[in-house]
């Protein structure tokens, strides 16, 4: 089984995981120990582009409801984005979300505009 390769440190370029495929991702899950659940990310075709929204409240969705497993998976799919803190523990008073964060989301959409968009470009409309 090959490698599927993980680029760390993402700020400021695209990450490689965005253009990972179904099984690039399920691939991946089974790297980090749980290969029972190989199958379900296959079967909902989620690929690079779709693990952005992967969280604690999507899982269940997938079949996937062992809490421990659930923030483990969760865990990991917040290092890829390199994303330090859950969303859910956000409150108003907070500072405005991480802008690595913001930038996968946008990423994660498809089209021409998402696939050409660099880091770069996005803070400057983000400022704007």
């Known amino acids: 089984m090959a490698a599927v390769p993980v680029e760390t440190g993402t700020r400021g370029k695209m990450a490689a995981f965005l253009h990972w495929s179904c099984e690039d991702v399920a691939t991946w899950i089974e790297s980090l120990g749980y290969p ?21 409240h999507y899982l269940p969705r997938l079949s996937i409801t062992d809490f421990e497993h659930m923030k483990d998976i969760s865990r990991h799919v917040r290092q890829l984005l390199d ?18 964060g913001l930038f996968l989301e946008r990423k994660s959409q498809t089209g021409v505009r998402a696939d050409s968009l660099t880091y770069t470009q996005f803070l400057g409309t983000e400022k704007n």
């Open 36 to 56: 029972q659940y190989k199958l379900c990310f296959i079967e909902n075709f989620i690929d690079g582009k779709k693990l952005l929204y992967v969280n604690c």
């Open 83 to 100: 994303i330090n803190e859950p969303q859910w523990n956000r409150s108003i008073a907070l500072p405005r979300r991480d802008d690595m």
